[in-house]
């Protein structure tokens, strides 16, 4: 069942994803939290990492959570964060690299 879970998690992620190729400045986008480790429950949210370009961070972010917000996908405190995209990592190509101490997340 859990398989399941994850499989229909995925597939409205994708779905969902594909918003942020309309966004100006993002390079890429990663999964992590809980779809990435594939510790998946029925009220996850949808963690990602935005990678933009050099000097436009608050753009993106801006123009992300705009547009999200307007589709109702945008996580927000004290809203139903269920299937909800979190804006809080958004990195430019200085912050590429990651320093230590690594763990498995």
Known sequence: MKDNLFEEK???????SRLFRYIPFVKF???AGS???GRVHEKSDFDV????RRGRIFTSWFL???FFEIFGWREKPGRNTTNKFGMSHFVAPGGYKLTGPYNAY
Request: no cysteine; glycine share 10%.
């Open 29 to 31: 986008v990663l999964v």
């Open 64 to 66: 992300s959570a705009l």
């Open 10 to 16: 995925w597939g409205v992620l994708k779905k969902r």
């Open 49 to 52: 990492v935005v990678g933009v």
């Open 35 to 37: 779809m990435a480790t």
